[in-house]
């Protein structure tokens, strides 16, 4: 089994910065690939951005190419996800993940490949 616990969510204003932190606890040594997804109002959950545990190797959403960054700390019991020049668009529920399947490219974007989830935090950019 896998804990997530996500932390650093909150309200700021379009252009600013907020780094979130995703807790991993219990077989950390388990996750293939650990991600962010976002779920806005009315909208399904989506990819944001995700790191493999081994290799590092990070892929984005092509909406926050440039301005979002994932990275892992070297243990593995980290997740954080930095966001810089935030837009209203962004505005959504942040939901951390882990994946214990094999996955390359694309396929890591699944939705459907994620076992272990976060319980979310609320991040709200206002204009």
């Known amino acids: 089994q896998v804990q997530l616990v996500e932390s650093g969510g909150g309200s700021v204003q379009a252009g600013d910065s907020l780094r979130l932190s995703c807790a991993v606890s219990g077989r950390t040594s388990s996750p293939y690939v650990m991600a962010w997804f976002r779920q806005a109002p009315g909208k399904e959950r989506a990819f944001v951005a995700g790191v493999t545990r081994v290799t590092g190797v990070r892929s984005y959403a092509n909406s926050v190419k440039g301005r979002f960054t994932i990275f892992r700390d070297n243990a593995y019991t980290t997740v954080t996800l930095q966001m810089n020049s935030l837009e209203v668009e962004d505005t959504a529920v942040y939901f951390c993940?882990?994946?214990?399947?094999?996955?390359?490219?694309?396929?890591?974007?699944?939705?459907?490949?994620?076992?272990?989830w976060g319980q979310g935090t609320q991040v709200t950019v206002s204009s």
């Open positions: 993940a882990a994946a214990t399947k094999f996955c390359s490219g694309d396929a890591c974007q699944l939705r459907s490949l994620y076992d272990y």
